[in-house]
């Protein structure tokens, strides 16, 4: 992953998500429905997976990073756009056309009470996948399946458990150990760790670092928590409002983030020493997360952004490399952040103007 | 896990000692709450007792040497042709004709349980995979068999019933269908509500990213989950459906007779209860007791699998505190049909 010792991850395109778009309608009528309006889910997203790599994924809640991981895997289908895997497209592909392709393609859900059903026993819900590209049956899937825990970290002998008797961590790992089952080439990891406390996430973390390294695993590693994308990716994507705001080398991304936005997400991050905490200025932005319904003209971001002017809310600017940024370092803004401009400042003076009278 | 085994390891847990801890599922923790209810055993035993007699009816009827339709005339029947009442030669009593009224009786269990299991066991089947279809599928497949359902739910059932028996002229398989026609639609609903919130659970996303067959996903990964609330009704249609085939002998578009079926045995009755109350009495007993015995077992399955600290009226039945069994409800909150079921 990170480490500067491992080579960077050489690979060739794995995946290619091209101009995806998702709209759902909104429609009213009693007997003829007309569509009035639509929320805009995933508004033109490009993205690129290189073999081995790892992307993380980043935005808040509403930004269709969640809903842009079920795209890719297929269980929802898109209203334009392509998704490429392995050079073959899979767009909206029906059911039994994508079916080999979900030996390559598996997803880690985020809820570890949720994502295994609680009537069926951990061997079966593991051996699942097994069982229905009908690859083994009987005892050679009951020793797949407990390789499978083993490896994970789990017991091989609590095969024929429930869900319900085991701890957050360890349903994790359950999910992991189903992800894995069929050797797949990527994973989409739909925050992972979110629902866990600390200590078992490093855990987690370590387990998905280990597997990567010795199965060969892409991975798309959404998440919130920017700590840990950091941890973990080689490369970011920064998504706001259902398009990508940033994408880059993490390294890149993290220590000189061109799109406020970006800058804001970073200002925002708790810091583990209480002293560079104090010291850090925070970005407080104005307002809130526009509606998916009606999201602003031009660039979505400009009615909370400190440097916003009257371009940016006419047209949208495209994602595309910035100057002194090298190339894999795309930026969508008009006016991206310099080195050693102070957002912070901007940010409250355009509070003050927005809110006045609030401190 | 066998009943002994549970007892020995429900011993050793309250000695709280490091024994070997297995596995409990759902469904064994919900029998262990079923059997320490007291109503609900009781129940299940009479309804033991009663299938049992009517499984050997034709044993116990050669036992006594009487037939279900030998008329007694000299023995049965008094000088004045009346029934005669309960005796050692005959336990209920006579009906009209001198036939042995315990005898009917039990021949009338062999109809009323086969009639009742048979066309729930039909019912439920059909309910089952109709509700699943219709809330998996959703869109065109559900707006078709949602509005059948409803369309069957609201039929005059009686009158059908008797247009239809009217028509093709009463036997026991058109009895049995037409139970079971107009009890799948009510289950088939319960089942759809389930379905379609289940279907949104994370774990049947799961399924479908690792690329199970929406049949799959139907009967592994939802039906379990459906059938605690399908089991529960189950159990309450059989009394529904064992007292819809007395309505229908009743009326005589049900069970021919000489075959005897509680309810047409009860309507014989009715021109005779004022001399000869037996005559009344012992099939409407049996009926009373057979349909209580099944609803109390329906609600002690229901509290076993759905396990609430207080329910509305459930004032007889106290869960005792010290009992270690806990664990996950089976079912969903209830929703209100099922208790109006």
Redesign the interface.
Known sequence: MTDATAPAPAGDVLLRVENLVKHYPVRVGVLVKREVASVKAVDGVDLELRRGETLGLVGETGSGKSTLA?YI???HPVTSGHITFDGRDITNLP?QK??PF??DI??I???PY???????RVGSIIG??FT??KIASGDKRKRLVQELMERVGLNPE?Y???P??FSGGQRQRI?VA?ALALRPKLIICDEPVSALDVSIQAQILNLLEDLQSDFGLTYLFIAHDLSVVRHVSDRVAVMYLGKLAETGETGDVYSSGRHPYTQALLAAAPAADPDEADSRQRIILVGDVPSPLLPPPGCRFHPRCPKAQELCSQVVPPLEVKSGDPETHRTACHFPVETGEDLARAADMLRDRAEPGLG | MSLTEVQTVGTSVEAASVQSIAGRSPWQLAWRRLRSDKVAVASGIVILLLCLVAVFAPLIADATGKSYAEQFRDTGLTNQGLPVGPSGQFWFGTDDLGRDIFIRVIYGARISLFVGLSSTAIAVIAGVIVGLYAGYFGGAVDAVLARFTDTVLAFPYLLLAIALAALFGPNLWMVIGVIAFFSWAALSRIVRGQTLSLKEKEYVEAARAIGSSPLRIMFIDILPNVMAPVIVIATLLVPSAIVFEATLSFLGVGVVPPTPSWGNMISDSLSWYTTSWWFLIFPSAALLVTTLAFNLLGDGIRDALDPQTERIFAGRRRRKKSLPIEGPALVEPPRPEVDEV
Request: without cysteine.
């Open positions: 079920r895997a297929g269980l059911r994508m079916q979900r030996r598996q997803m859900f985020q809820d949720g994502s295994l059903n609680p009537r069926r699942d996948p229905v590209h609590h024929n458990r429930f319900a008797e999910g189903r």
